[in-house]
Each structure stands twice: as C-alpha cells, then as structure tokens.
C-alpha cells in the first residue's frame, strides 16, 4: 500500500534522525565509555603460585641451628619453595579507586605445617583504578609483617609509593615507579622489550632492589641477632651481632591493555651480615616464578577485560556508525521521493498544447449584454 506524502515526510525525518543520533552516539562512545569502562574491575580475586625452577639454585636457613645446638648455623640446599598470593578488593573502593589486599606466604614444601612456613604478610593500598597508582591520602595503605603474643598480625601503616600489583590501562614502554613490600620503597621499573607469552602480547619490565639492612626498615627480631662468632661460623672471638639483609631482581611481563601482570619471577636473597657488600650467613636464596597455571588465569583476566574494552572502544562504535549510515541514507532518500510525489503529473507524460484561436475552446470574447433599461 502506498504511503501518503505526509507520512513518507514523517517517516524520513525520523529516519533522518535516528541515523544522526547513531552517528552521533559511534563518535562519542569511544570518549566517553571507554574512559569509564578502562579501569581495573572492583570485582578482582586472584590467586598467584611461584615456585623455584628445580634447576636453580634454592638454599635456606635452618633457624632451628641458628638458634639451638653448639655448631654453626646451617644452610639447608635444593629446597623445593612455593609463594602463593591471594588478593582480593576491599573497602574503600568506589568508581575511582579501589583497595588491594593481598595476603602473600613463602613456605618450604619438604616440611609440613608452621614448621615449613618462612614469611608470612598482609599488604593493602588504595589505588586509582586506571593508572594503578596510589592514591594521595596519608597513610594509603599498610603491611601487617609481625604477630603479637596472641598470634594476631600487627599492621602498620605504610605509605605505598609506586605501582606494585597493577599497571596503568594503557601501560606504556618506558620506566615505573614500582613498590617493593620488604624495603617499603619504591625502586625504578625498566622496559626492556615487547614480546608474546602464549599468542599475548606483553612488555618485558626489569627492577634490580639494592642489599637493604631489613633492621631498619622493620623492627623484627630476626632482623638484627647477636650470636656467638662460630655460630655464625665465623673464626673470631666473643659475640658478633649481624642484620638481615635483603636483595632481589624482579622481573614481570604486562598485557599492555589492561596493565595485568601475566607472567613474574624474583631473585631473591636474604642474608646476614655486618655490611651490605659483604654476605656472611645466607637467609633465603632462591628464584620464584609464576607456575603455568597462574600465567594461564592471568592471560584469561587480560583478555576478559581486553573484549570488555574492544566492545567500547571499536565494536559498538563500528555497529552504531553503520546503522546510522544506512538510516540517514534511507531517510534523504525517502524525503526526496516524497517531494517528487507530492507534484502534479502531466497528461500522457507531457504538458497539454494550449487551444489554438478560434479552436472551440479557444477564451473568445464573450458578447457583452446591456442590461440598461431602455428608454
């Protein structure tokens, strides 16, 4: 049935109108959307394991011996060690920024129970959602590393001043402040090339931790001991006092995107001595990596979040962009047929030729009739 030309008029502007508005809506998603989408999701709950490759070095103290008996300390070696991380996201978090909590242990598995356990801490901070940064309040965060006489963990505050579990949406090829747990300091983050793990891209970044004197940073008895010479294992007379020491190379692969990390390791040593230069006892050596399991469910996080900000970002823009096209050509195109159907067609296609003089119907002068009374 054919429209009147009213109706095609209407239809054509609305039309016309939607057409520009999906047009209107494909350039200003990516503005608008993406900028909110594009933040870490307060939903987070990851679970990390590293353990040490077997063919790596792995040596730890046997506090037992550093503590008890008459001969000197031993160092147990080809300890078999694991480091599980759990965070989690708690209050406070808003549409800004969220808190991390992670509670982190380092075991040996060749013990059971407490008696395998090495460290143990809980580290939270409040960052900003999109670059991963702390946020400005003092304190932004604290590390519960000690216990109290019940076994409850102390936590002190402790203003976080680098990236440590995030890296910004959008994680550029250059260096970051990056926050280091045992020294409570932030420490350069260097890039040092663009690779793949598993089909993902990632950027490679590198930390070098300088020897830190741990008694200075965290007041723990097992960071500064006074003990005989030869329990240290020294030849020297009388008692010796050593602090622990702490060194460490971190290295982490990041999904550009979303800034998560999908893949790390860390070249740990703890050790006593009398100066930093010089190691004398050896605490804890040993490197942890991601298992494949966590780089498996890092690159699932990526991703998931990577679609997230395609479907903003690229998706809906071209979708939107493209209906909006073909209704504003649809729109023009039914608003001018309208105006064509709206004229008078001719007769027989073309225009009538006008009566000739004196044709039958040709506008002859009409006879005028005096209609004045005659007298």
Request: some cysteine; hydrophobic content about 35%; charged content about 25%.
């Amino acid at each position: 049935m054919a429209l009147s030309a009213g109706t095609r008029r209407t239809l054509a502007c609305l039309l016309v109108g939607i057409g520009a508005l999906l047009i209107v809506a494909a350039i200003l998603i990516p503005t608008f959307t993406v900028s909110r989408v594009a933040k870490t999701p307060l939903d987070l709950e990851i679970t990390t394991v590293g353990k040490n490759p077997a063919d790596v070095t792995s040596e730890v103290l046997d506090a037992k011996s550093l503590t008890s008996g008459t001969g000197p300390a031993k160092v147990d070696t080809k300890v078999p060690l694991i480091s599980q991380r759990f965070l989690t996201v708690e209050d406070p978090s808003d549409k800004n920024k969220m808190t991390i909590q992670n509670g982190q242990t380092l075991r040996r598995i060749d013990k059971q129970g407490d008696t395998g356990l090495l460290s143990a801490i809980v580290d939270r901070v409040t960052i900003d959602r999109k670059t991963g940064m702390p946020v400005d309040t003092d304190p932004n965060g604290s590390i519960a590393a000690n216990v109290d006489a019940k076994g409850n963990s102390i936590a002190d505050p402790v203003q976080h001043t680098g990236l440590e579990y995030r890296f910004p949406i959008g994680t550029e090829k250059k260096t970051y402040p990056y926050f280091d747990s045992n020294t409570r300091k932030s420490y350069d983050m260097e890039f040092v090339e663009e690779s793949e793990i598993n089909n993902t891209k990632v950027y490679h970044f590198h930390q070098q931790v300088p020897a830190t004197d741990l008694s200075k940073v965290v007041n723990s008895p097992t960071n500064k001991l006074t003990l005989p010479a030869a329990k240290w294992g020294l030849d020297e007379e009388g008692d010796i006092t050593m602090s622990r020491f702490y060194t460490n190379v971190r290295e982490v692969w990041v999904e550009p995107q979303t800034g998560t990390i999908i893949d790390g390791s860390e070249a740990l040593n703890f050790f006593y001595a009398r100066s930093a230069d010089k190691p004398e006892v050896t605490a804890l050596k040993s490197t942890l990596k991601f298992d494949d399991n966590t780089i498996d469910s890092q690159i699932k996080i990526a991703k998931d979040n990577i679609d997230k900000l395609s479907l903003y970002s690229r998706i809906l823009p071209i979708i939107f962009g493209i209906l909006g096209a073909l209704a504003l050509i649809a729109g023009l195109a039914l608003g001018l047929l309208g105006d064509r159907g709206g004229r008078t067609a001719p007769v027989g296609g073309r225009h009538a030729p006008r009566p000739a003089p004196g044709d039958a119907y040709s506008d002859a002068p009409t006879q005028q009739i005096d209609l004045r009374e005659q007298r």
